[in-house]
């Protein structure tokens, strides 16, 4: 199978250095009819893990999957879908049918916090109470496993489930330099005020390295975010 190159959104500046993903690329084959079955395999798509299993198939590089941020994971799936299916991707919006050019979405440029750290964790100031945190960027396995505690967390609170919270429990690292899981997930619960939670959450969103999967449809003026699901990687259903 003929192969291409990923440039990856993080350019690999936050992976330790010797990883092969430090390099900021990562080599993809072509799709085929192993990576068909794939994306037909309803066991898969009902556990969720058709396109894990589809990225694992197509990667040639010599990574590991788990480390990949989530940013650079979405930017090697768009590439695997233009290179098994073509540039051009339909889907409807507000009742219209919308056509995209996948070939045109770039990546975000890297923001300037970014650059020559090879260390996944930041420094930020949370702006009311003034508390300093550090915080990551969460990686393949980091979703895994935040996935995993929130099915558990249904199982119990079956009315509501504190998606938000736990979700900000992985993501900070430390708060005024305790670095204790108990500590930390004792502050969201307790002291994390909703402003400082939404100020991080707007900082992660503006530093985060991904692929611009957003849009302006043809007379409109504002931006739409381009939906991917399993019809992604079938066009002409």
């Given at each position: 199978?003929?192969?291409?190159?990923?440039?990856?959104?993080?350019?690999?500046?936050?992976?330790?250095?010797?990883?092969?993903?430090?390099?900021?690329?990562?080599?993809?084959?072509?799709?085929?009819?192993?990576?068909?079955?794939?994306?037909?395999?309803?066991?898969?798509?009902?556990?969720?893990?058709?396109?894990d299993k589809l990225l694992k198939s197509v990667?040639?590089?010599?990574?590991?999957?788990?480390?990949?941020?989530?940013?650079?994971?979405?930017?090697?799936?768009?590439?695997?879908?233009?290179?098994?299916?073509?540039?051009?991707?339909?889907?409807?919006?507000?009742?219209?049918?919308?056509?995209?050019?996948?070939?045109?979405?770039?990546?975000?440029?890297?923001?300037?916090?970014?650059?020559?750290?090879?260390?996944?964790?930041?420094?930020?100031?949370?702006?009311?109470?003034?508390?300093?945190?550090?915080?990551?960027?969460?990686?393949?396995?980091?979703?895994?496993?935040?996935?995993?505690?929130?099915?558990?967390?249904?199982?119990?609170?079956?009315?509501?489930?504190?998606?938000?919270?736990?979700?900000?429990?992985?993501?900070?690292?430390?708060?005024?330099?305790?670095?204790?899981?108990?500590?930390?997930?004792?502050?969201?619960?307790?002291?994390?005020?909703?402003?400082?939670?939404?100020?991080?959450?707007?900082?992660?969103?503006?530093?985060?390295?991904?692929?611009?999967?957003?849009?302006?449809?043809?007379?409109?003026?504002?931006?739409?975010?381009?939906?991917?699901?399993?019809?992604?990687?079938?066009?002409?259903?």
């Amino acid at each position: 199978m003929p192969t291409e190159v990923v440039e990856l959104p993080s350019k690999g500046k936050l992976y330790p250095e010797g990883s092969e993903l430090a390099t900021g690329q990562v080599e993809i084959k072509y799709m085929g009819a192993a990576e068909e079955d794939i994306l037909t395999n309803q066991s898969y798509i009902t556990k969720g893990t058709v396109f894990d299993k589809l990225l694992k198939s197509v990667i040639v590089s010599k990574i590991n999957y788990d480390d990949l941020l989530i940013g650079d994971k979405n930017a090697i799936m768009v590439a695997t879908r233009v290179l098994g299916y073509g540039n051009d991707y339909s889907f409807y919006h507000e009742g219209n049918n919308v056509k995209v050019d996948l070939s045109l979405c770039e990546n975000k440029p890297l923001h300037e916090v970014l650059e020559n750290t090879n260390i996944n964790e930041f420094h930020f100031e949370l702006p009311f109470s003034k508390n300093n945190i550090t915080f990551k960027l969460l990686t393949h396995k980091d979703e895994q496993d935040l996935s995993r505690e929130i099915e558990g967390l249904k199982k119990i609170h079956k009315d509501t489930v504190p998606e938000l919270s736990t979700r900000l429990k992985y993501i900070i690292t430390s708060v005024e330099g305790k670095r204790d899981k108990q500590d930390i997930r004792e502050f969201v619960d307790k002291y994390l005020l909703a402003r400082d939670s939404r100020a991080l959450r707007s900082y992660i969103k503006e530093i985060q390295p991904d692929v611009d999967l957003t849009y302006i449809p043809d007379g409109e003026e504002e931006r739409i975010v381009v939906p991917i699901g399993i019809d992604f990687f079938w066009p002409d259903m």
